[in-house]
């Protein structure tokens, strides 16, 4: 059996859908927990319908708590040799567990990709190590790179919960001795000490699920206090530094957490750098930013409210898209007809920043006028908060 657990909160408009995936499968050996977290909306209605319709349904309800507080209550009452996570916005394949179980040879934890969803537009979210069963000395390796394989940041294991099968016993002891309070990080707390504690890793890049990003507003701030990213450090580090890949996965660790500050805490690091972690910004400069992403958001949003830079324009190649969300981007060529002083790259994916750097230098534009991030710049800063 597979329990599958479903945090709900004030989600009516998507609710429906993501429980008629779930009732749908081809695989019908299910346990389907809804933990109905204290939504103001119709969906803990919504749930109380379909538990009225499907044996299989069972449903929580709870006062609000949060992710985490939510997916504790699912696994303490989950019966299921496997757990899956579901977001509630979400949909999935109807053969999705059917296909999971089938090629996952009866690993620990199974993991496959997911199509993330914009609207019309789609693309696939997926591990960047080799597919395959990961046990012995091979596990050993996938250990070096789960966090960050080769580039800043490329996960080697996508960090979300959703889209991957795990054993009871493996997820049991670690999702329910991770601190409520952590609100950003919570799926990383989880799936990488779960993956330390496995004997055996099933990867494909297959995409079964449907993983729904909703933009609600031009730049997200989300407030994360300075607890969260404590205790997220902490609660990961006590589990590295555990094994005997303690090292690098300590570095993994050091590297993760500036990706968690850049997405959601940038106007919080405090450093001396104009603009931080571009070392080429100086004060005065006019600033044309690459990147319309969420880091890219953050930076604009940086540029504009500085009184040391001046803010020249906005690029992405998928500028469309994000004028269809009403992001104020324009294509990348228009930067020859800008006046700025440098550009940055403000995107995470060091190779993929390296590739745009080099297609403007064969636009003609200078390459010591483009600055992107480099491990260097971030070796030589400390980490703030923890």
Same mark, same amino acid.
């Given at each position: 059996m597979i329990s599958v657990i479903v945090p709900v909160y004030n989600v009516e408009k998507y609710l429906s859908e993501c429980i008629e995936s779930l009732i749908g499968q081809t695989y019908s050996d299910l346990e389907i927990i809804l933990i109905n977290d204290g939504s103001t909306d119709k969906s803990g209605d919504i749930c109380?319908?379909?538990?009225?319709?499907?044996?299989?349904?069972?449903?929580?309800?709870?006062?609000?708590?949060?992710?985490?507080?939510?997916?504790?209550?699912?696994?303490?009452?989950?019966?299921?040799?496997?757990?899956?996570?579901?977001?509630?916005?979400?949909?999935?394949?109807?053969?999705?567990?059917?296909?999971?179980?089938?090629s996952g040879e009866n690993a620990d934890i199974i993991i496959?990709?997911?199509?993330?969803?914009?609207?019309?537009?789609?693309?696939?979210?997926?591990?960047?190590?080799i597919e395959g069963l990961y046990s012995g000395n091979k596990l050993l390796s996938l250990y070096e790179k789960m966090m960050m394989n080769g580039s800043f940041y490329i996960h080697g294991i996508p960090t979300n919960l959703w889209g991957k099968l795990f054993k009871k016993n493996i997820i049991s002891k670690v999702q329910l001795s991770i601190p409520d309070m952590i609100t950003y990080g919570e799926d990383t707390a989880c799936v990488y000490p779960c993956i330390l504690n496995a004997k055996s890793v099933y990867v494909s890049n297959c995409p079964l699920y449907h993983y729904r990003i909703r933009h609600d507003s031009i730049v997200h701030r989300s407030h994360i206090g300075v607890e969260n990213f404590c205790f997220l450090y902490k609660t990961l580090k006590y589990y590295f530094d555990m094994h005997e890949k303690?090292?690098?996965?300590?570095? &993994?660790?050091?590297?993760?957490?500036? !990706?968690?500050?850049?997405?959601?805490?940038?106007?919080?690091?405090?450093?001396?750098? %104009? *603009?931080f972690p571009f070392k080429r910004v100086k004060k005065g400069m006019k600033v044309a930013v690459y990147g319309a992403g969420l880091f890219g958001q953050m930076v604009r949003q940086y540029c504009l409210d500085s009184t040391e830079v001046t803010l020249s324009g906005w690029f992405d190649r998928e500028y469309e898209?994000?004028?269809?969300?009403?992001?104020?981007?324009?294509?990348?060529?228009?930067?020859?007809?800008?006046?700025?002083?440098?550009?940055?790259?403000?995107?995470?994916?060091?190779?993929?920043?390296? &590739?745009?750097?080099?297609?403007?230098? !064969?636009?003609?534009?200078?390459?010591?006028?483009?600055?992107?991030?480099?491990?260097? %710049? *971030?070796?030589?800063?400390?980490?703030?908060?923890?």
């Open positions: 109380d319908m379909y538990s009225r319709k499907d044996k299989r349904i069972h449903v929580i309800h709870k006062e609000n708590g949060g992710n985490t507080s939510a997916r504790k209550e699912g696994v303490k009452h989950s019966k299921g040799e496997y757990i899956a996570f579901v977001d509630a916005d979400d949909w999935l394949e109807p053969f999705m567990f059917q296909q999971m179980l089938k496959f990709a997911a199509y993330e969803e914009y609207g019309s537009f789609q693309k696939v979210k997926c591990s960047s190590v303690r090292d690098v996965l300590n570095q &993994q660790l050091g590297y993760f957490m500036w !990706q968690a500050l850049f997405l959601k805490a940038y106007e919080k690091i405090d450093n001396q750098m %104009v *603009l898209m994000y004028k269809n969300q009403n992001f104020p981007v324009n294509a990348p060529d228009e930067v020859v007809n800008t006046d700025f002083d440098i550009m940055v790259i403000a995107i995470l994916n060091t190779t993929i920043a390296k &590739q745009v750097k080099e297609w403007y230098v !064969q636009l003609d534009v200078e390459a010591g006028r483009i600055d992107y991030i480099t491990l260097q %710049v *971030l070796d030589e800063t400390k980490l703030p908060f923890v």
